[in-house]
């Protein structure tokens, strides 16, 4: 998959606006803002001006946060940097271009120019806190410890019985089967279980560490298989090749093989 970083920021940003979770979240955070007017809303704008005011000002600024970040993010993920650059860089960017989208509403309610002496600063001053914790969570979250916390699945056939990995607990709840394995496409891992696949943007190794629960097994540096769903196993000259419970095939390279010949799979 070699989609631009715009373009993956995009999908993913339809993906997770496509559930119900961020409107009532951003809902209540304009009701709340409409009746606490912080930032001096509360005397200058009457209770129906706040709720549009801040209406118009989440409805933007989450949208270009969101996008922004991720955008800015996965752009320095293929370039090399570290996550505390992704960091920095992502919310210095979302910083901006916030603090010029509200600069802009604010022109238009009060007008308020966002070039006039001190403004633009006291802008920045009121968006880098949200930038960098927006950020974070596409640099510093993505991979590792801010994974739900495990839940029991519902008792369905196909289902992982008992507490979920954490990989698990990251998708959708009618996605949470039995892991099949774990793949890599371009910065995202294929999630596969026996109910579906989800793309997640992570790192394998990250991915992998939360399969606790469900014995697997790395055969390849961009696939990991469910030692119980693997079928079949040949080998075809230096390599593996395994089957898995779906009829998909996965390879085993060469330097995973000593692996797999002590897990009993060749």
């Known amino acids: 998959m070699n989609d631009s970083p715009l373009r993956l920021a995009m999908r993913d940003l339809q993906q997770v606006f496509s559930r119900p979770s961020p409107w009532v979240i951003l809902g209540a955070v304009i009701v709340a803002a409409g009746l606490s007017g912080p930032f001096g809303t ?23 946060g969101w996008l922004f970040s991720q955008w800015t993010v996965i752009a320095l993920m293929r370039r090399g940097a570290g996550r505390i650059v992704q960091w920095l860089v992502g919310s210095a960017v979302v910083a901006v271009i916030v603090a010029l989208e509200v600069g802009v509403v604010n022109l238009v ?32 979250g993505y991979g590792g410890s801010d994974a739900p916390p495990a839940t029991v699945a519902p ?43 989800e793309m997640l943007l992570m790192r394998l190794s990250d991915a992998i560490a939360e399969t606790e629960g469900c014995a697997g097994l790395q055969v390849h540096r961009s696939h990991w298989v469910a030692l119980d769903q693997v079928r079949a196993a040949r080998r075809e000259g230096a390599r593996g090749v395994l089957t898995l419970s779906d009829g998909r095939e996965i390879p085993v390279s060469r330097t995973y093989l000593p692996d797999a010949k002590k897990a009993g799979l060749l």
């Open 42 to 64: 509360l005397h200058s704008l009457g209770f129906g001006a706040r709720l549009v005011y801040w209406a118009v000002i989440g409805l933007v600024t989450l949208f270009s």
């Open 155 to 197: 008792p369905v056939a196909g289902t992982q019985a008992g507490p979920l990995p954490r990989q698990l607990a990251r998708l959708p709840r009618d996605k949470r089967g039995a892991l099949l394995s774990l793949s890599v496409q371009d910065h995202y891992v294929d999630v596969v279980t026996t109910r579906g696949h």
């Open 109 to 140: 309610a009060f007008g308020i120019s966002p070039l006039s002496p001190g403004e633009i600063g006291d802008l920045l001053l009121s968006t880098t806190p949200i930038a960098l914790l927006i950020t974070a969570a596409f640099s510093l």
